[in-house]
RNA sequence: GGCGGUAUCGUCUAGGGGCUAGGACGCCAGAUUCUCAAUCUGGAAACCCGGGUUCGAUUCCCGGUACCGCUACCA
């Protein structure tokens, strides 16, 4: 058997959305298990539709995701010299024929069959033209036609499906080239295929209807088709087809939105697939080693947010330090909280401080947001932390002392900051829960937040000690508000 | 409408002629804790319906229903 050859062929008429994805994502998966390669191909021949820029922006999705391409990207509105060579073959052997109907015929004639209840497929009324006929009307526009059997059925193997059938006499005489000599999908992809050696199509399922039409094409040249594997789509949480009334179309949306690609890749790989046991952390490695497009499921997945999260979540906390840090420094630069020291002599630093967040963080926006305070002395007393914390009118008191015994500690580590909260507790005969939840306001604005010695370590004095007493005046007003 | 396909907790899924139908997300309760997250324990939650086949069907077959796809000189 030859070797792999798969291929991701969008075409440049929106974005990356979540179900291409995953459909370039099991390509990419079975063509590096397989040793194979994968191709990259543009399928823009629909030129009222195709958008140029739409190219960039799949490409810039894939790229998120990592899904690199061996070969490509080839666009088809460059490769129209193949596809007329294989109409003409087509021709010449009698497959196809050319229509001289023009699409506002056919739209009259379609809407008439429909009025009638009658279920329309073309007509075939150029299909017994003869070679005089045709000849006679040399140099008018026409299209060419597929020639389908009258009667019989095609059968073929779907590697998901498995063995699928259907009756000539349901396949209409498809167009293979329009009247301006650009091709049609069907087409565009046999020759493309067959031009690029594709020995696997792994597609979406609403692509099986068209895969008959495709195979008499592969029959008619006497090309051996590929393996085809076509896997279920992807719905939206209300169970229709993914649109922009799900919110993110693309996905650079779910990067914008603080996704990691380790952790979507990971997501995405488990909607239509699964390893056949209860694994389902997996990284890209166990992705590649395990993936089978046997166990590839039949029935459509909808996309369920909540749990793209959790493998977000997942991964933030588990994922080697090094591999957060430039996502969190990416995040930052967006916000415009980003500070040239933390790549430099602050390093180490901002490694601490993202290690210490991380297990609390389900996105990375929760970096610039929630995390707010450790990256900038400018943030606000979260409302519901107020209330929760701040409420008792001891506090002002409380914290101004507290503020006086950390000014006092000598060496600024973890252990040496607790003796001093305690310390300060003990003294003033209150709960120490009382100064840590009310501290942990001051310090970062929040009711949830690391662990409060950990903070205020990674803080430092400094900014403990000034905070602290940001809070103590501020504490009136807070509190008559609340 | 025609043709094709699919049907297991709300969601992603495992499973398969006999199982207390398993796991994960989410949800609820408890434990733990300086908050929360994490963690641990426990809980609620599913085989679409009807016929067959069979000693026995959630599993196999047929029908219905629902949903999805295709039904373009779109891809």
Not at 131 to 144: D, F, I
């Amino acid at each position: 058997m030859a070797a792999v050859r798969v291929r991701f062929a969008p075409s440049p008429t929106g974005y990356l959305h979540v179900g291409g994805a995953r459909t370039a994502l099991f390509n990419w998966l079975f063509a590096r298990q397989q040793g194979g390669v994968y191709v990259l191909r543009i399928e823009d021949t629909d030129i009222d539709r195709s958008r140029p820029e739409l190219v960039e922006a799949v490409i810039e999705g894939l790229r998120w995701l990592g899904l690199d391409w061996d070969e490509g990207p080839y666009f088809q509105s460059q490769r129209l010299a193949s596809y007329h060579a294989l109409a003409d073959r087509l021709l010449q052997a009698g497959h196809a024929y050319r229509c001289f109907c023009t699409p506002e015929e056919l739209d009259e004639r379609r809407q008439a069959a429909e009025k009638t209840g009658k279920p329309w497929k073309y007509d075939g009324r150029c299909r017994k033209l003869s070679t005089e006929e045709v000849a006679a009307r040399q140099g008018q526009p026409h299209a060419v036609r597929f020639r389908v059997p009258e009667t019989g059925a095609i059968t073929f193997d779907d590697v998901v499906y498995g063995q699928l059938s259907v009756n000539y006499d349901e396949i209409e005489d498809f167009v293979l080239l329009r009247s301006d000599r650009l091709p049609t999908y069907h087409l565009g992809v046999v020759a493309d295929d067959i031009d690029m050696r594709i020995t696997h199509v792994i597609r979406g399922a609403d692509h099986i209807s068209n895969t008959p039409k495709q195979i008499l094409i592969y029959e008619a040249v006497g090309v051996e088709p590929p393996v085809f594997a076509h896997v279920p789509l992807i719905l939206g949480s209300d169970r229709t087809r993914l649109s922009k009334r799900h919110g993110a179309t693309s996905v650079t949306a779910y990067r914008d939105d603080g996704f990691l690609p380790e952790a979507f890749r990971n997501f995405l790989a488990l909607l239509g697939w699964s390893p056949g046991d209860d694994t389902e952390l997996m990284r890209t490695e166990e992705l590649i080693r395990r993936f089978s497009l046997a166990n590839v499921s039949r029935t459509n997945a909808s996309f369920d947010r909540a749990k793209l999260e959790w493998f977000n979540a997942e991964y933030l906390r588990s994922e080697p330090l090094e591999k957060i840090l430039p996502h969190v420094e990416n995040e930052l630069r967006r916000s415009g909280l980003w500070q040239e020291a933390w790549c430099g002599a602050d390093k180490e630093w901002f490694a601490r401080v993202v290690d210490l967040l991380r297990p609390r963080a389900r996105l990375l926006t929760d970096f610039s947001t929630w995390a707010r305070s450790f990256f900038s002395d400018e943030f606000d007393y979260d409302a519901a932390a107020v209330r929760k914390f701040l409420k008792d009118e001891r506090l002002g008191e409380l914290l101004a002392q507290l503020r006086e015994a950390l000014a006092g500690v000598q060496n600024w580590t973890h252990d040496e900051i607790e003796k001093a909260v305690r310390g300060a507790a003990e003294r003033t005969d209150v709960k120490a829960g009382l100064l840590i939840n009310a501290s942990r306001v001051a310090l970062t604005g929040q009711a949830v937040a690391p662990p409060l010695f950990a903070t205020m370590e990674v803080l430092g004095r400094e900014k403990v000690v000034t905070r602290l007493q940001r809070l103590v005046d501020s504490l009136p007003s807070l509190q008559t508000r609340a």
